[in-house]
């Protein structure tokens, strides 16, 4: 499956942004999508995940209560609305999609697919 991702685009601290991430799949509704973000000179990180239909959904504390997952099975789409926005949050955000097993996961290696990228940048 091929992953797309967009939105991303420099924002004031307290701002927010939604991100999207377009599969070419059509059995899309059959793989766990999560978001993950990586900073310069950081380690690829976990930010959020949610199963098939969207009934279960994972989140890292540092992003809890601010960012939003959710997923249009319709469209071959899933979201992220970031909300609340500190410098910290900047990163490049990837969007990556996992085909076994209906439950979000936070590990990245157990994701086969992943988008190219796209770049928030949160200016205080």
């Known amino acids: 499956v091929q992953l797309q991702a967009s939105g991303g685009g420099l924002v004031q601290a307290a701002g927010s942004l939604r991100l999207s991430c377009a599969a070419s799949?059509?059995?899309?509704?059959?793989?766990?999508m999560g978001w993950f973000r990586q900073a310069p000179g950081k380690e690829r990180e976990f930010v959020a995940a949610?199963?098939?239909?969207?009934?279960?959904?994972l989140y890292a504390d540092s992003v809890k209560g601010r960012f939003t997952i959710s997923r249009d099975n319709a469209r071959n789409t899933v979201y992220l609305q970031m909300d609340s926005l500190k410098p910290e949050d900047t990163a490049v955000y990837y969007c990556?999609?996992?085909?076994?097993?209906?439950?979000?996961?936070?590990?990245?290696?157990?994701?086969?697919?992943w988008g190219q990228g796209t770049l928030v940048t949160v200016s205080s």
């Open positions: 990556a999609a996992n085909r076994y097993g209906d439950y979000p996961r936070a590990n990245r290696y157990e994701y086969h697919y």
């Open positions: 799949e059509r059995t899309f509704g059959n793989y766990v």
């Open positions: 949610i199963s098939w239909r969207g009934g279960s959904t």
